[in-house]
């Protein structure tokens, strides 16, 4: 039962460099959703979903695309890493009726 | 636009006393969370509420929500080392589907 799986853990990047934060969960959960984490800003929403090809944009968005082709993963892309970007990344899931979200274990973002 | 504000954003406190944390959100909300983050880790779900009124317990904390002020409590009694961790409130609006907002977070500290 491995709930929320995020990959990788630790990641540096240069400026302008892609990448993509993975995000699996085995759990069959509706919504997943993708939070920032800043020192003294609490969780910020980039994107999330509420299922199967449907998402929308949280407070955050801008510099990052992600997509939901399976039930299962909501991957996060970095378009063009920007130091501003520098980060830990949370993926989240939960279900109706579910007593909130269940959340992986983050990524540590940094880009120089 | 939904707001979700903390206070205090720090607090320390000696073992035994009591203390409370508030959360206010700006919008109509059907539901409330509290979260708890230990340093370096990641989020572990502590309450929900969703009626007005509602009142949870779990050991040392007790949450509880008033919908028509837009107000939720996370109270600590008789506090222990152990509780210090921050605390996150959360929330969603209603109408506008699983769009889930996060307060900036209450950094508690527990002296021994």
């Known amino acids: 039962n491995a709930g929320v799986t995020q990959t990788p853990k630790f990641q540096v990047l240069k400026t302008g460099q892609s990448m993509t934060l993975q995000c699996a969960q085995d759990m069959n959960h509706e919504y997943m959703s993708w939070y920032r984490q800043d020192p003294g800003m609490g969780l910020r929403l980039i994107h999330y979903?509420?299922?199967?090809?449907?998402?929308d944009q949280g407070e955050v968005p801008n510099g990052y695309n992600v997509s939901r082709s399976t039930t299962e993963d909501f991957p996060l892309r970095l378009l063009s890493a920007a130091p501003s970007q520098t980060s830990v990344y949370f993926c989240?899931?939960?279900?109706?009726?579910?007593?909130?979200?269940?959340f992986g274990s983050g990524t540590r973002l940094t880009v120089v | 636009e939904l707001k979700v504000e903390q206070n205090p954003l720090f607090l320390s406190m000696q073992e035994g006393k009591n203390y409370t944390i508030y959360c206010n959100y700006s919008?109509?909300?059907?539901?409330l969370y509290w979260y708890r983050q230990d340093p370096g880790k990641s989020l572990e779900s502590l309450f929900v509420l969703l009626s007005n009124g509602a009142v949870k317990q779990e050991g040392r904390l007790m949450a509880s929500l008033d919908t028509k002020a837009r107000l939720s409590t996370l109270h600590i009694t008789a506090a222990v080392h152990d509780l210090s961790a921050t605390y996150f409130c959360?929330?969603?609006?209603?109408?506008?589907?699983?769009?889930?907002?996060f307060g900036a977070g209450t950094r508690l500290f527990v002296k021994a």
């Open positions: 979903s509420v299922g199967a090809g449907i998402t």
């Open positions: 919008t109509t909300s059907d539901r």
């Open positions: 959360a929330t969603r609006v209603s109408a506008g589907g699983f769009k889930t907002i």
């Open positions: 989240a899931s939960t279900e109706q009726g579910a007593r909130g979200y269940t």
